[in-house]
């Protein structure tokens, strides 16, 4: 017989979970019982251990994961069944982290938040807890020109955002059904897609070679997770649930189930970024008509690497400046003027090669989609203007 004790339990936690599907911060943190069974205690206290013996170890997990914190919420699990093992998995099992942690569902950025919230003010920037991401703001898309009309100097421009699906958690937790489910959402929604966005979905699964080298050759192939993403759980039944989206024109592109739900990504030739911006907001409005985000009020747009919450925007040129890299002092104080973050030419952890870079906006947080993206253009113009100026 089930105790009327019992059918109260059940409906306080269906309550609970529900709300926390409306906004993670309406849960708090000090009302959930120790729910961590005890093989998963064991391990936290051993991945504990080992943080505290890496002393080479230079993570925001290892600097912000104390001995309190970690007794304070070691013991928690989120309604989703996350605990903190899924949390800190990767960043233990990879010393090298510069991070170091991933939120494996929604919840979980306030029922560790006190793990969560010091690394999120120190990668972006100074964003306390008391601080509330902005709302959601494109601005005036006609605004940005073409950076460089000359097509001297930008070789290429992308814009793209990442986005989670409403109501599922994010890849550790994810079940194959959830990722069959949510390709399917996604797949459907895409292909009704119209205009300059109209294209095809290519599953992964089942991808015969021809789709593979083609897509291979347009470099829109995105592989199963790096040793960080596995070690995060994120790459289970692969790759079920995974595919691309690329219109005709080839301009637009979509990931699903790569590291977030989504990664939706415009990009074109030449320094345009009028035109990019235009192509990602619509998309992004298009797509969000039918499939609802995952979205908080303090901190924005949801993801699974805590690097890309707020308004997740990356905004990015591949450009050439032979003659600032031979004065890296200037393009950096430049970069730092601007909150721009300067990648080799392959990006982040590679070496530029013939003066060209991967130059993006550093800031998601604390600011709009449209200051995003306005701090990368008025930073590449000066960065143009330099190099021209330079002997």
């Not at 998963?40 to 080992?50: D, G, I, N, R, V």
């Not at 002092?329 to 730092?336: D, H, N, P, V």
């Not at 003027?337 to 530029?352: A, D, I, K, M, P």
Request: aromatic share 10%; with cysteine; net charge neutral.
């Amino acid at each position: 017989m089930i105790s009327v004790w019992s059918v109260y339990a059940f409906a306080q936690l269906e309550k609970r979970r529900r709300s926390c599907e409306v906004s993670v911060l309406s849960c708090s943190t000090k009302t959930y019982p120790k729910m961590v069974d005890a093989p998963t205690a064991e391990k936290l206290e051993e991945s504990f251990q080992k943080l505290q013996a890496a002393t080479n170890c230079k993570s925001l997990l290892k600097k912000y994961l104390t001995k309190d914190v970690f007794d304070a919420i070691k013991g928690r699990k989120t309604a989703m069944g996350a605990t903190l093992n899924d949390v800190i998995q990767s960043g233990v099992a990879n010393l090298d982290s510069g991070v170091g942690v991933y939120a494996p569902d929604a919840e979980s950025y306030t029922l560790f938040a006190e793990l969560f919230n010091p690394i999120i003010e120190d990668y972006h920037a100074g964003f306390k807890p008391t601080d509330k991401h902005p709302a959601k703001d494109w601005g005036d898309v006609d605004v940005f020109p073409d950076l460089d009309p000359e097509n001297a100097y930008i070789i290429s421009t992308r814009v793209r955002c990442g986005r989670s699906l409403q109501g599922y958690p994010f890849n550790p937790c994810l079940t194959e059904g959830q990722y069959s489910e949510m390709e399917q959402k996604v797949s459907s929604t895409l292909s009704s897609l119209t205009g300059e966005l109209k294209g095809t979905y290519y599953p992964l699964t089942g991808m015969s070679k021809d789709v593979q080298q083609k897509l291979i050759d347009d470099h829109f192939l995105f592989k199963e997770g790096d040793r960080f993403l596995q070690a995060a759980n994120a790459c289970r039944y692969w790759p079920t649930g995974r595919g691309i989206y690329h219109n005709d024109n080839k301009t637009f592109l979509v990931w699903c189930n790569e590291e977030d739900h989504l990664r939706i990504i415009s990009m074109q030739m030449g320094g345009n970024l009028g035109e990019v911006y235009r192509r990602l907001v619509s998309a992004v409005n298009a797509i969000e008509s039918k499939v609802p985000f995952s979205h908080d009020d303090r901190l924005g747009f949801l993801t699974f690497c805590p690097t890309n919450l707020g308004t997740t925007v990356r905004a990015s040129v591949h450009i050439k400046l032979p003659k600032l890299a031979k004065e890296l002092s200037k393009l950096e104080e430049i970069a730092g003027r601007f909150n721009l973050q300067v990648r080799g030419t392959s990006g982040e952890h590679s070496e530029s090669i013939g003066g060209v870079y991967d130059i993006s906006n550093k800031r998601r947080m604390g600011l709009t989609e449209f200051q995003a993206v306005k701090e990368m253009s008025d930073g590449i113009r000066e960065m143009i203007k330099m190099e021209k100026e330079s002997p």
